[in-house]
């Protein structure tokens, strides 16, 4: 008698109830190699993409597309969502969501802005700058550790933060920032500053994040804060450093933007959080917390400047990109999602057998 | 009932008598505020200004100059910060104008359509009210009693711009050229009307220049972005006409950052960077709303209109002004 296998190569009963091992190597071969051909997907996913909308921009808009001209421009556009990405993910990863980066932003420029126009050094400007995406990060962290719903304390912040930079500006922008071209559209070996700038960042937090007890702990917290907190790891100091790295991303962020159009403004855009949002949901970071990986990130708002660049090369209007954008989130959502669970389910289905048949 | 539970009780009767009572007496003063219905005497000399919102610089400017002008002719100005949000606007604007306090109110509105009771208040009331805007955007044919509309007028700026560009191409590069145009998102106001217009006057300046690229404008560091995307593609643009000054500066930013020149750019707008940069010869032309003027005019015709509110308002446009570097 054989017995009937699934489409996984699961073991089903046969129609008289009994149910026999089946002789499967080559089966759970089948299953382990389709298994981590969809892990690479999930986990690599992102690259895959962005390979295929650059072949086919390149095609398309040819021959200016796939220029290393162009290239730069790519990196350069994506290097200031990058920076904002690169805040909030981390902020995801240890499970917090921080609102009050656009604020944060707006602050750090105004600041900086301020000090430059009352012709303070430029490295004053830049610090202060910094150290107010800190301060309100520690703010934001410590408020929250009190059993304030952290969305709701980094609302609070983004208002004040916003009304301060607006007050501190006088509710006017401020023009003539040419002291921070060096970081702005200056370009080093032919590469823009801001480039420089999102490369080392990233460079820095996948260190952190992956080869430091602190950065594994930090990850740990967003998986699951209860189980870091009992064994014996202070799982509130992470928390704090994750709003920490996320104010300071945005300050960063709001500094390098100021420097490339040569302006502090005072106006928060909320549309920062959303944009890099979307970076982070095509990277696959579980807004879980808990996972996720900073590079996949990086290529993440890559692949939306990508879009970007290639439909307005084309002259596409440009509601398309957004358009497209939304399409290309949902469908990796969605892809995510059904990996995930075709994995579970698999590997569920290869337990179960193991454990009734002994065989697998 | 206990001795303690029957004093809580007569307390809280207490209480709600009294509540009642207030409730009361505030709708009493309430109705006969509104059925009295008559202009008060004398409207106080208060001015309420609710501009969209106070966070983009130019209407944060305008609400600095509302205020220095009609202080030196004695007004007291009240400003409100509605946040790009129409039901707050409303509920503030009428908030104040129950209040008594508000002689006159300028509204820049966020959403013209929602404003119609507010209107119909200030009319009950004999308080004159300036809004921004044509008469059709808020339901209405034509001047009203104690109403006066004060808009810009996009079709005869879209002229301007493209006339501008024409003109700047027929003068740099001989009549030919490869054109990108900025213009404001969907839905922003007067979007169809500047676009057409710009368009039809480029076509009839320099037949030969053709619009080869079209962005989006929101904010400077995008449209920087966008316009070096965009040059990449139709490298040889050597025009940029926006409808915004974002978009006119971030294009500098594109063609700074390209190490190109840029023979023509043209403005819509004219704040105080893209004048100076008329002047320094970076941008061939800016059709610069006159503010200033506007503000003045807006207020003075309040004024007036507080001797009669019940006649007709007028209908203003924004003055605007072609500027170039030879002034």
Redesign the interface.
Known sequence: MTLPTGTSGTVVPSSDGAAEPHPAPAAHERDSASVRWLIFVRDRGIFVLWILLLLLFSVW?AP??A?V??AI?IA??AS?TAIFAAGVAVGIICGVLDLSIPGVAALASCVCGLLLHHHQPVWMGLLLGLLIGVVVGLVNGLISLRGFNPIIVTIGTLSITSAVA?IIA????I??LTQLKFMG?RRYDGV?APVWIAAALFVILTVFLTQTREGIRLMAVGGNAEAVRRSGIHSNRYKVVGFVISSFCAALAGLV?TA????A???A?P?VIFTALTAVALAGVSLGGGRGSLPRVAVGALVLATI??GL????I???WGTGVTGVLLLGSLSLERWISMTVSNRLIATAQASVHTGTR | MSTRRRRQTRATVGIAMVAAAGLLLAACTTSDGDTGGAKPAVLPKTLVFSPLSLAPPALKGLSEGVKAYAGSKGWEVIVQDPNFDAAKQTQQLNEVLDSGRAGAAWVIAVAPQAMGDTLKAAQAKGIPILVNGRPDEYGYSGPQPGITFDYIDYTAAGTALGEQMGKCINAKLGGNAAVLYGTGAAGSAGKNEIDAAAKAALLKTAPNAKIVSTIIVTDRAQSQTDIGNALQGNPNIAGVMATNDEGTLGALGAYDAAGKALPCAIDFGGNDEVLGDVKSGKIYASVALQFQADMTQSFDTLVKMQSNPKANGDVLVVPAKVVTAAG
């Open positions: 808009a200016y597309f220029q001209k162009n421009l350069n556009a200031l607006a006088g509710g006017y922008t023009p003539g559209t823009p933007t490339l159009v040569t302006e403004s005072p106006a855009s549309g970007s660049n307005t090369i084309k002259g209007d440009p509601y």
